[in-house]
């Protein structure tokens, strides 16, 4: 399988809508937590090998709770207030 051209993976990055947070959801997917953040799947999988962001196993499913992704966010904001 190779990659994608990237007019092609840009269009389906633009057509992919992440599954809206309704207040009483506590937990992403990780298709949804990578979305979230800005990131690709493959880079939120590195975060969670490399322990900087927690994950929770269920069923043979990882999912993040949104508190996690905030906490990652604000711990790692780097610049100043306009």
């Known amino acids: ?15 992919y809508e992440p ?13 949804d937590a990578a ?5 690709s799947t493959t880079t939120l ?4 090998d490399d322990k900087q962001l927690p994950w ?3 069923r043979g499913r990882r ?3 949104l508190e996690a992704i905030r906490k990652y966010l604000e ?3 780097v610049g100043g207030a306009a």
């Open 19 to 31: 599954q809206k947070a309704d207040g009483n959801r506590l937990t992403l997917s990780v298709r």
């Open 56 to 58: 929770i196993k269920v």
């Open 45 to 48: 999988y590195r975060l969670f």
């Open 1 to 15: 399988m190779g990659y994608l051209p990237l007019p092609r993976a840009e269009a389906l990055r633009r057509n």
């Open 63 to 65: 999912v993040v709770r």
């Open 75 to 77: 711990a790692n904001e």
């Open 35 to 39: 979305a979230c953040i800005g990131v």
